[in-house]
C-alpha cells in the first residue's frame, strides 16, 4: 500500500523489521478438512488524527483515486486471472459458495469500482483496509483489539453461539465457519465482524487480520497488515 511511513526515518526501518504478524490456530476439523486456511493478524497502533470512522485525510482519497485509475478497463476485468484471486475463488467454490455468485473480496471491490466509476471513500478505517486489499489482493479486516480475547483461530460454530460477545449479538447457525478468540466467534470467515468488536472512531489499537488460503504466499498477508500499520499510524 502506498502511504506515508511513521516518521523517523531509521525508526520506520526498524519498525518495519520488527513488524511480525501471528498465525493463529485451527481447529483440528477446519485444518483435516482445509488444510492450507489461516488466519493473520498483528495489533497495531493508531497515531492518525481524526475518528478512524470519519472522513479520510487527503493523501488516502489521493491513494484511491490512483487505484480507481489503475483498475479501469482491461485490468478490472481481467483481475480473477491473477494468481491471488483465482486462489480465493477456488477456495470459495471449495466451501461451497459460488464465485459467480458470492464474489471473493477483490472481485467485489473491483466489481464496485466499474458500476460507480471509481472506489468511493467509505471512511478512514474502511479506506484503509480497501487499500490494502487492493495492493495485496488479500483481505484484511479490524477488530477493536481492546475487545479481544487471546488470540485468533478459525473453527466452526456450535449450536446456540452468538456472533459477538453483546447482548443482541446475532445468533449463528452451527457449523458456520468464523474467525474466534477465546471468549467466542467475533467474525464470520470472509463475511461481518461482531458489532461488539467493531473499532469505534475513537478506538487507539487496532488487532487486523487476513485469512489465507492454498496458493497465497503468508508474505502477501504480512504486506497487507504492513499497509494498513502505516497507514493508521502515520501522525
Given at each position: 500500500m502506498s502511504a506515508p511511513e511513521p516518521r523517523g526515518g531509521a525508526a520506520s526501518s526498524d519498525l518495519r523489521e520488527a513488524f511480525a504478524p501471528s498465525r493463529g490456530w485451527c481447529s483440528h476439523d477446519v485444518e483435516e478438512e482445509l488444510p492450507g486456511l489461516a488466519v493473520v493478524s498483528a495489533e497495531i497502533p493508531v497515531g492518525r488524527s481524526g475518528s478512524l470512522t470519519g472522513t479520510s485525510p487527503r493523501d488516502v482519497?489521493?491513494?484511491?483515486?490512483?487505484?480507481?485509475?489503475?483498475?479501469?478497463?482491461?485490468?478490472?476485468?481481467?483481475?480473477?486471472?491473477?494468481?491471488?484471486?483465482?486462489?480465493?475463488?477456488?477456495?470459495?467454490?471449495?466451501?461451497?459458495?459460488?464465485?459467480?455468485?458470492?464474489?471473493?473480496?477483490?472481485?467485489?471491490a473491483v466489481l464496485d469500482r466499474m458500476l460507480h466509476g471509481g472506489f468511493l471513500s467509505g471512511g478512514l478505517l474502511e479506506d484503509v483496509l480497501l487499500i490494502a486489499l487492493l495492493d495485496t489482493a488479500v483481505p484484511v479486516w479490524a477488530l477493536d483489539a481492546a475487545s479481544v480475547e487471546g488470540p485468533l483461530g478459525i473453527r466452526a460454530s456450535v449450536e446456540g453461539e452468538s456472533l459477538g460477545r453483546a447482548a443482541e449479538a446475532q445468533p449463528l447457525p452451527a457449523g458456520r465457519l468464523v474467525v474466534a478468540d477465546a471468549g467466542g466467534a467475533v467474525a464470520t470467515l470472509f463475511g461481518d465482524v461482531a458489532a461488539a468488536h467493531a473499532p469505534a472512531g475513537n478506538a487507539e489499537r487496532l488487532l487486523v487480520f487476513a485469512l489465507l488460503v492454498p496458493g497465497v504466499p503468508e508474505l502477501y498477508a504480512e504486506e497487507a497488515l504492513w499497509g494498513v500499520r502505516t497507514a493508521l499510524a502515520w501522525r
Open positions: 482519497k489521493e491513494r484511491l483515486r490512483e487505484l480507481s485509475n489503475r483498475y479501469r478497463g482491461a485490468a478490472a476485468v481481467n483481475v480473477r486471472r491473477d494468481a491471488i484471486p483465482v486462489a480465493y475463488r477456488v477456495f470459495f467454490r471449495q466451501i461451497g459458495l459460488d464465485p459467480e455468485v458470492v464474489r471473493t473480496p477483490i472481485e467485489a
